[in-house]
């Protein structure tokens, strides 16, 4: 009964010699490749992946993925006895015409390829895209796209070949990374004290601060107002939220604590009789 | 809550193994802790340090036989995990010739872990540290390669028993010159994940380490290797089991 039914589907022409067992076949084969690509990919990122850095833990599951897709097509057009060589003429000057056609899209893909052997930044880091104006962790380098999370939450997709061509300012790739702030003192303070109580409240409440090397002040600008010292603190690569954030109240705290005063901007006018 | 300057009125609680039955404290300087059981099988885990933190965890447990460990742990913990390299930094300099070798014994820094025990089970549970200020970080090397280490100023002891309870561990250090000109050592750095601690009482002593300083082609560079202490004090449980060993470090002399 059944190999009557096979019988029949092959004597069936569809179109020269493909018959409808041929391309019954090619689909089960091609159905069979998808569902095995899936399982292999499931089952690399449940056993292997976790023990693989992320972002080639992904490249391997797109390789993998892909490459299962590849043998499967193959599969496919061979038990269609379609002969790759005339395609492979004709995908050529296709693929010429399609280049032209699709310029953005290739030039996406070739430097999502750069971008994979290069690794400017790899998933998870914190990076800066000074001439777009992104800032966020990298989540992703996709074939034609990458995805940069913000600190907003949101998530910005880039086209791999802005990404590639752009800035790249990487936060986390040093194991340390340096923190700012600029504080005024009156003019009739003690410049000495005022750094000396200023360093000692920063290596004892900001704990995450490198005693080496150790915080450094600069006499920044005679101001207006002020005696403007610029404060540098280094920290480890991954406490910016313990450093950056706080350190303008630490200073501001150290100086009221010593009785230093922080002016307000201020104007002496002198009339024209004195 | 007790500090080090009320140290001479107050018993603290030694480094060792408590059975766990009911209610357990104990006191630190600086840190107070306590156990209470709560339920048939919970207790309760309370803990204030030094700097006003308080930690509240619930512990449920089926077994009976419940025990508490407390024990000196290297000082990786505090504020936060970040390495394994210590950075210690010695009060004085030691002046090394050609063709020399010192031994010395320091204070090097510690943290005190509190392990839970039942069963097969020995989970760590809380790790405190006495001595926060003297707790930070520090770089070798240059922002983008150098390593991150945990910093203190350390001073020389005179042997095993010079250590500051609760505090800092006694380790010792042979440093070996075979350069043929002298060296003056001011630091120290090395990853200590490889140093066992040892306890007696409130005392802790850590495995030492050896520091080679030789010519390599034309490069001189510092050899640190740990080199475990034979003593008959207890040996502490080790806090992360879960570091690789890092065996020996080599760094360039300055």
Not at chain 1, 3 to 8: A, F, M
Not at chain 1, 9 to 28: A, H, K, N, P, R
Not at chain 2, 48 to 55: D, P
Request: hydrophobic share 40%; glycine share 6%.
């Amino acid at each position: 009964m059944v190999l009557e039914l096979l019988q029949s589907l092959s004597e069936m022409q569809l179109v020269g010699e493909l018959t409808v067992l041929s391309l019954l076949i090619g689909g089960i084969i091609m159905a069979g490749g998808i569902i095995t690509a899936k399982i292999a990919k499931l089952l690399f990122h449940k056993y292997y992946a976790p023990s693989l850095p992320k972002d080639t833990a992904q490249n391997i599951s797109k390789l993998i993925y892909f490459g299962i897709l590849i043998v499967s097509f193959l599969g496919f057009t061979s038990s269609q006895g379609i002969d790759l060589s005339g395609i492979m003429v004709a995908g050529g000057i296709f693929a010429v015409v399609i280049g032209f056609a699709t310029q953005s899209v290739v030039s996406n893909l070739i430097s999502g390829l750069f971008l994979i052997v290069e690794k400017p930044a790899k998933h998870g880091d914190t990076i800066d895209l000074p001439d777009m104006g992104i800032s966020g962790t990298l989540l992703d380098i996709g074939t034609f796209s990458s995805k940069v999370r913000r600190f907003d939450g949101t998530v910005t997709r880039i086209p791999n070949d802005k990404f590639f061509t752009s800035n790249i300012r990487s936060l986390t790739l040093s194991t340390v990374r340096r923190a700012d702030a600029v504080v005024g003192i009156s003019y009739h303070s003690d410049i000495e004290n005022a750094i000396l109580v200023m360093k000692n409240e920063i290596l004892q409440t900001m704990p995450f601060v490198l005693q080496i090397p150790e915080p450094e002040f600069r006499i920044d600008e005679l101001g207006d107002s002020s005696v403007n010292i610029h404060v540098f603190v280094w920290y480890p690569k991954d406490d910016w939220s313990q450093a950056q954030p706080i350190l303008l109240a630490t200073l501001k705290r150290a100086l009221d604590n010593a009785s230093i005063e922080i002016p307000f901007p201020q104007r002496v006018i002198w009339s024209g009789k004195d | 809550m007790k500090t080090m300057s009320d140290a001479s009125e107050i018993t603290f609680s030694n480094y060792g193994i408590y059975d766990l039955s009911d209610n357990l404290e104990l006191l630190l300087p600086n840190t107070l802790i306590k156990f209470q059981r709560i339920s048939g099988n919970a207790f309760s885990y309370f803990r204030e340090n030094s700097e006003g933190e308080i930690i509240e965890k619930i512990i449920p447990t089926e077994s009976n036989d419940v025990k508490i460990e407390l024990v000196p742990i290297q000082p990786l913990n505090h504020p936060a995990k970040r390495t394994n390299y210590v950075f210690l930094k010695l009060d004085k300099e030691i002046h090394l010739g050609e063709n020399s070798a010192a031994s010395i014994f320091v204070h090097c820094p510690i943290e005190i872990g509190i392990f839970l025990i039942y069963d097969d089970n020995h989970e760590p549970l809380d790790w405190v540290t006495c001595n926060p200020l003297n707790s930070r970080f520090s770089l070798y090397g240059s922002p983008d390669t150098g390593t991150l280490c945990k910093y203190a100023e350390v001073s020389l002891a005179t042997d095993y028993d010079d250590s500051v309870s609760y505090v800092n561990g006694v380790m010792h250090i042979v440093i070996e010159n075979t350069l043929s000109f002298a060296q003056t050592i001011s630091k120290v750095i090395f990853p200590i994940t490889d140093n066992n601690l040892y306890y007696n009482n409130s005392k802790s002593i850590i495995d030492g380490i050896k520091i080679t300083m030789k010519k390599r082609a034309a490069v001189n560079i510092a050899e640190v290797k740990p080199t475990p202490v034979d003593t008959e004090w207890a040996l502490a449980s080790i806090w992360d089991k879960s570091i690789d060993s890092v065996h020996h470090m080599e760094m360039t002399l300055e």
